[in-house]
């Protein structure tokens, strides 16, 4: 089981790391634009995979379906996925919300960080689990028993603009803005 758990808060990590550098690149893009002057909102999210685990030992119908009742938005605390999303816009930057490096949003600030809470502490004091295995365990109620079969995650970037756009109707060229 442990070196389940090590393997899934491994391919977690990549997976999060994907996801900021993705978002990150999204938002600097955008952030470096001057074609809009409105507020441009990024968000990143990261997802387990919607469906059920090939390499759960189980795989009962029953299973899937409690699987995919889990994952659905709604379901418990997993609307934002496997932990907070990323969140940045012009009106508040990364540098405002407490996680401008990979490691700050996941938790792991110091070498010795370990979100194990819940588990038995003597067994995983060396795992160094990081804060979105902590959010599905321990905050969405995941069972560790299914999260440590998977390996596959969604990741989702969106960007919102929001600002006034404003037309001028060229009166003086015979537009009909006045009629």
Known sequence: MKQLLIGFNDALRKACTELYNRTMAVYKEYMGRDDYLGDCDVEGKIFIDFGYSPNHPIQTKIAKQVWEALTQEGANMYDDGCT????????????????????????????????????????????????????????????????????????????????????????????????
């Open 84 to 179: 907070w999303a990323l969140r940045m816009s012009k009106e508040c930057p990364l540098e405002k919300l407490g996680y401008d490096t990979l490691e700050e949003w996941l938790g792991m600030e110091d070498e010795n960080d370990n979100w194990n809470e819940g588990l038995d502490r003597e067994w995983s004091k060396d795992m160094h689990l990081i804060y979105p295995f902590h959010n599905l365990y321990d905050n969405c109620f995941f069972s560790l028993y299914d999260l440590v079969y998977v390996r596959e995650f969604n990741l989702e970037v969106h960007v919102n603009f929001d600002g006034n756009v404003k037309y001028d109707d060229d009166m003086a060229g015979g537009g009909k803005g006045d009629e």
